[in-house]
């Protein structure tokens, strides 16, 4: 996710403003990551249909970069960069399409950003690094549940797969009407029906503009009819995505591989880097780890709260062997 850590100006100006992160619920946030799939999903139906590109239409973020933007849209980016001070990133962590793309392509990343250059030494320093969340912690050595349980759970989750796909499927017919009235078509070809059912509606300028230019009502009416139509079908195909989505990740949640390390979470972690600076394995940022120092007293810090003033970091696992500088 280069693009995330060195490019993109969302990203940028989010990170600018991050002062106090808190760390949030792991279930909230596993709910709330459904947010970006139904984002990006509704936003190619909606431009298949010839609805509008509703990604570029709600940035929260366009206005204050162009400096002319609604004040809705402003307000809604100043929502964000307020949250953003104390919930990291929330636009690209609970919002961005873009970064459900970029963080699918980097679950197959050739090389990716690691904490440490040459060897984990589970020193923990890294461990609340991460503003976002996303370290994963070693799980060796921890109680787990049986295999035979596990097994069971995952037969279940997958037997569920189908049913939260047609569910999601139905989910998604059942909104098309109203997702359909955001097509211009649809919008005024129910507007020209309602003034003909009630002749004492005013014309509005649509329908006023519609008239003057001569096409005719049947051509509005297939046209309307096409795209509701599209959206039917848009609509099935969208919530069984999302159920899918949905139901791969409770199956992520339920299976878990064996980590010795500490590791960045690959599809989610946008590369910035901040971990790395906790890590004493690395030679360039040693200074970091003369006691005493700022950096050295804040890596503690996080590590404990009441262990700011202690003065020798303390490896967990003492019997590795120190970093290869
Ligand atoms: S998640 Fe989205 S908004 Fe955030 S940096 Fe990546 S592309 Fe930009
Ligand atoms: S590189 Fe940044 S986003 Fe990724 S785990 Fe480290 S601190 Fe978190």
Redesign the pocket.
């Known amino acids: 996710?280069v693009?995330?850590s060195s490019i993109?100006a969302?990203?940028a100006i989010q990170d600018l403003v991050v002062i106090k992160p808190i760390t949030l619920p792991k279930k909230l946030t596993t709910a709330l990551s459904m947010i970006p799939y139904v984002y990006l999903g509704s936003a190619i139906l909606f431009a298949a249909t010839g609805t509008g590109f509703i990604i570029c239409r709600y940035d929260p973020f366009i206005g204050i970069f162009r400096l002319n933007g609604n004040a809705p849209y402003l307000y809604l980016g100043a929502a964000f960069l307020i949250t953003g001070m104390f919930i990291a990133?929330p636009?690209?962590r609970f919002f961005?399409p873009?970064?459900v793309l970029?963080g699918i392509m980097s679950r197959f990343a050739w090389k990716h950003l690691t904490i440490t250059p040459s060897k984990c030494i589970d020193c923990r320093l890294c461990e609340v690094s991460c503003p976002f969340d996303y370290i994963d912690k070693p799980n060796v050595g921890l109680a787990r549940e049986s295999r035979k349980t596990g097994v069971r759970r995952l037969g279940f989750l997958l037997a569920a797969m189908p049913v939260l796909i047609i569910l999601g499927g139905w989910i998604g017919h059942r909104m098309s009407v109203p997702m359909s009235r955001y097509n211009h078509w649809v919008y005024l070809a129910e507007q020209v029906v309602a003034e003909k059912v009630n002749p004492d509606l005013k014309e509005t300028l649509e329908t006023k503009t519609f008239r003057q230019m001569g096409t005719s009502e049947e051509e509005l009416m297939a046209k309307a009819h096409r795209v509701r139509q599209q959206m039917n079908m848009g609509g099935w195909i969208l919530g069984g995505f999302i159920g899918l989505v949905f139901s791969l990740k409770l199956i992520g949640i339920s299976v878990s591989r064996t980590r010795t390390d500490y590791e960045v979470h690959k599809p989610t972690c946008?590369s910035c880097g901040r971990c790395c600076s906790y890590c004493p394995s690395d030679e360039m940022h040693l200074p970091n780890f003369v006691p005493g120092s700022l950096a050295y007293n804040e890596a503690m810090a996080l590590r404990d709260p009441n262990a700011a003033a202690v003065e020798e970091p303390a490896p967990a696992k003492k019997e590795k062997e120190p970093a290869q500088v």
């Open positions: 996710r693009f995330c993109c969302l990203g990133r636009y690209c961005c873009y970064g970029l946008f």
